[in-house]
Structures are given as C-alpha cells and as structure tokens.
C-alpha cells in the first residue's frame, strides 16, 4: 500500500491511497469462495454456483462488502504510518476501483492544528481583594430569592410587574379579528414592553376571562419585519392573571436549596466571594493566554459545538417550531470559536509541558459525581463510558491541571 499525505487546511490532511490488485483481489477471492459456499440461487445446488454466475448476480454486492470493511484499515494503517490522530471520521471523498486494478482512494480526515505557543508563564495578572460586607451577602441572599421565585395565580386585577397569559388576536384598525393570525397562550409581564410600553399599560386593572383591546405601536425589534414599528391594534383575551412571589428568607428556604440552615447558606455565600478574586484571576490568566493566539479551529469541533447549541435550546422549548437553528448557529459561531480556541490552546501547553491525568485521579472524580446523587461509582463509570463522556473528564481533568500550573506560574500582582 502507497500513500500521500497533503494539508489543504492546519486542521485538515488529505490521503490519496493505492493498494495493489493483487492485495484487492486476495480479498475478494476469499469472499467469493465464503459466498459460493453458503449463497443459495436458483437454479443451483448449494455451493455449486459457478464463479461468473455468482459475479454476474451478486459482483457489486460482494466488491461493495469487501471494500466497505477493508478501506476502514488501510486508512488505519496510512493513519499509523503518517502519524495522523484524527479528531474526526474520515470522508472518503472518491473511489476508484475496477476489479483487477489497483484501488485508489482519497479521503480527509480532521486533526487537531499545530500550535505555535506563545507566553505562557510569568504573565501579570491581578487577584482583586475583597471585604466582604453584611450587606453584600444580603445583596446574593436576595439574588437567590429572585431565583427561586414562583409565580402564583391571583383573583384581583393586573398591576405593573404583574404577569398575564392570554390568547392575542391581531385585529384592524376597527377592531375586526384577522383570520389567522391568533396567537394562543402567550405568556408576558406588564412592564416588560415585549409589544411596546402601550400594549402593557393598557392591560393594567384587566382581570382573568376579560378581553380587552389594546392600540398600540409595535417595537422596531418585532419579530416579524413587516409589522415592526407600525400601530397595531390586539384583542388580549385574559385566561388568568399571575403574580411572582418571593420565597421567605429562612431556615426552610435554605433547606430548600440544598443547604442546613440559613445560617450555612450565608457561610456558603461568603465563602464562594472569597473564592471569586481567585476564579476571576484564573479566567483572567487564561483569556490572556488565548487572545494572544490566533489560528483556524477544526470545522468538525465547530459542528459538534454548535450542534449541542441547537440540542440544549429544543430540550428548553416546548415548542419546537420557535427554535431558529440557523440564527443559534450564527450567533454562537463566535462563542464557540473562543471556547475552542482555549481548549485547544491548553491542550497544547499541557502536551508541552507532559501533564497526564491517572485513573486514580478519574475514579476520585467519579466518586465526586456519584457521592451527589443515588448511583454507584461503577454505575457512574458505566453511564459515563456509555455516553462518551468519561473521556471528556479526563479532558476536564488536565485543562485543570494546566490552569494550575498557570496560576503557579504567574506574576501575581493585588489590587
């Protein structure tokens, strides 16, 4: 077998392959003779089919079969001998193969880029002290309550920052409904101005089960361009009118949340402000590190990014129809370009430096994620194995570990 090796993109290397007739044709003798053994046809005993009666009715079959398994190895070995570690499938991108030829192919396959590092060590960088005040764990308290508030139905009529689901009909400018453009169970705030602050003060004292209409001028950010910044004219149909409550500060809100006592959730917050300067530094450390960087990200890495975009965002919509894949790609393609960018950047500072993560660090990870739930650590490793995802923790593992070293060997100045 003969191969070539060309790189059209940094990320990106493209092998032409020939193997010798001779090594083809062994293979597809030794499937001949399988499916003259076992193959039944019309016509014939069991293992009596001549050789051209077998090639003229099953040929393409047999040839298809014998290439479809024996390409995946000699792209393998051509991988093996060029030192290739691909991060993606190969595409086969052509074929050429006539029985008693050699078989040529050509195909790309994605790795991850060469990087030619920059500084990474004594970088200045600035840890922030804090002082943490009474007030400023009260601020967070307030913060979590924002959180974990609830909305509750009420009897009475809508007031600012109230909410209201209702069904809105686009009406003309005499208030006759237009057939077909009804938009059920909407869901708003009063105050919000999602259809301009006129809309919103015209629902204040409405209450549920009442219709009322509403005049209004539409933002210049409403979704559908036509209407944008025009006056329209709704009938709101209230269903119900709701409220947001906020949960009491207490011991039972603290529980709530996974803590003993609120006297443990204020130690809790305090501690995690304490920690922030560190984490700020770190952040900081690295971002540093990346934007000093700047190189073409494999396009595989991109699609498997953007791909968890589009899966998170239908998994969070009840309806399915409002997820515009394209905008989510679009908008994403710079954030995920940044995220792999940095993985990709302490990817290579850890080669760089020989930083390897060990099972026994693996399995304390795995014991963590297992000790907050009901699992077993196998059933863990299990899943996690099922899923992929345990290579992502040994990936998670060392980006930790270079973040580190990092920080160990930083000029760390205070503010």
Known sequence: ?????????????????????????????????RY???VRLPGFRRGKVPLSVLKARLGNEIRAEVLERKIPEYLNSAHESAEIKPISRPV??????????????????????????KQYKELRVTRRVVDISDDDIAGRLEGLRERYATVVRIDGEAEQDHFIRADVQHADDNGVP???????????????????????????????????????TLPSDYPEEDLAGKDACFIVSVREVLERQLPELDDDFAV?????????LKQSIREEM???????????????????????????????YLDQVVADARRNTRNQDEVDENALRQQYRPVATSQIMRHLVLDAIGEQEGMEVDQEEVDERLEAIAGRGQASVEQVRRLFQENGRLERIEADLREEKVVEFLVQHADIQTE
């Open 256 to 264: 709530d949340i996974g803590m003993e006592n609120l006297e443990a």
């Open 36 to 38: 003259s053994r076992e």
């Open 1 to 33: 077998m003969n191969y070539t090796v060309s790189e059209p993109k940094p990320w990106k290397r493209v092998l032409e392959i020939e193997v010798p007739s001779d090594a083809i044709q062994s293979e597809l003798n030794a499937a001949y003779a």
């Open 178 to 216: 237009i057939i077909g453009r009804k938009e059920e169970n909407q869901f708003f705030q009063i105050g919000s101005g999602r259809l301009g602050e006129g809309f919103d003060t015209q629902l204040v004292g409405v209450s549920a089960d009442e219709d009322r209409s509403v005049k209004t």
């Open 274 to 304: 304490e920690r922030e300067p560190d984490w700020e530094l770190r952040k900081d450390l690295v971002t540093q590190i990346v934007d000093a960087h700047d190189f073409e990200v494999p396009e595989s890495m991109m699609t498997a």
């Open 92 to 117: 086969i991108e052509e074929i050429d193969y006539d029985e008693g030829r050699d078989l040529k192919l050509r195909a790309s396959v994605e790795v991850k880029p060469a990087i030619e590092l």
